[in-house]
């Protein structure tokens, strides 16, 4: 682990349907220093919960109320007892030894540490050409409409001090949560710093986004969110610190 100059205590939250294949690898990358996992269970089918509590046994399973990876990722969030909150998907497509990335970015003074794809050092071995050109557009969108400048708008890998999850306030069901997330940390003037990140293919299964719906809905709350009233300043996206 790299040396930071303190230790901030860490909760992973992982939103899991029918993942029980997938879970080996992505549990194997979670660095052996983050003091809590929490896996949010969508009623799945499979041995999901099962695989997951032998893999780690210390592990909390919190059962989905509703349905939809934002209400999932909701109430893990409000399960976390860390200091920071991180969110990693269940499918291999997050890389676990990333999480060092986003936990120094936060200890050297974000508020908000958003992955990102098309930052420099970052990736996509599963991003499609049409998936690719409509984040490109809403991401677009939202730095014009909210004085951003973020490079990739529709990326589930993110971390934040669990302090501002008030300031957050989520309260959507679907995909649209890690727009919904973007925006709402830049209305609420938060300090917000793109990590560089290499999205992998999914492993096992079939992903459950669909474009064109999921797409649609991220518009939606892009536009609906511009009519919320703002009481802080939009901030500017912070640049990483020099090496």
Aim: glycine share 8%; aromatic share 6%.
């Amino acid at each position: 682990m790299t040396k930071l100059s303190f230790t901030p205590s860490v909760s992973v939250v992982v939103p899991a349907l029918n993942e029980a294949a997938n879970l080996p690898h992505v549990f194997a990358t979670l660095p052996a220093w983050i003091d809590e996992v929490i896996l949010v269970d969508g009623n799945s089918t499979d041995d999901t919960v099962a695989v997951a509590k032998v893999l780690r046994p210390n592990l909390r399973v919190v059962t989905q109320t509703r349905r939809g990876k934002g209400n999932a990722l909701t109430e893990g969030f409000a399960a976390a007892t860390g200091e920071i909150i991180v969110m990693i998907d269940a499918d291999g497509s997050t890389d676990g030894r990333e999480i060092i990335a986003f936990v120094t970015a936060l200890v050297e003074g974000a508020d908000f540490a958003k992955g990102s794809r098309y930052a420099p050092g970052g990736g996509s071995d599963d991003i499609s050409l049409a998936r690719s050109l409509g984040n490109k557009a809403l991401t677009m969108i939202t730095n014009r409409l909210y004085g951003t400048r973020y490079t990739d708008l529709c990326y589930g890998y993110n971390a934040f001090w669990a302090r501002h999850l008030d300031a957050l306030d989520l309260d959507c069901d679907g995909f649209e949560i890690e727009t919904l997330m973007n925006v709402r940390a830049a209305q609420a003037g938060l300090v917000i710093r793109e990590v560089p990140s290499h999205e992998r293919s999914r492993i096992h299964g079939a992903s459950n986004l669909h474009a064109v719906r999921d797409g649609w809905r991220v518009l939606k709350t892009i536009l609906r969110e511009r009519t919320r009233r703002r009481t802080e300043p939009v901030p500017a996206l912070k640049e990483p610190a020099a090496a």
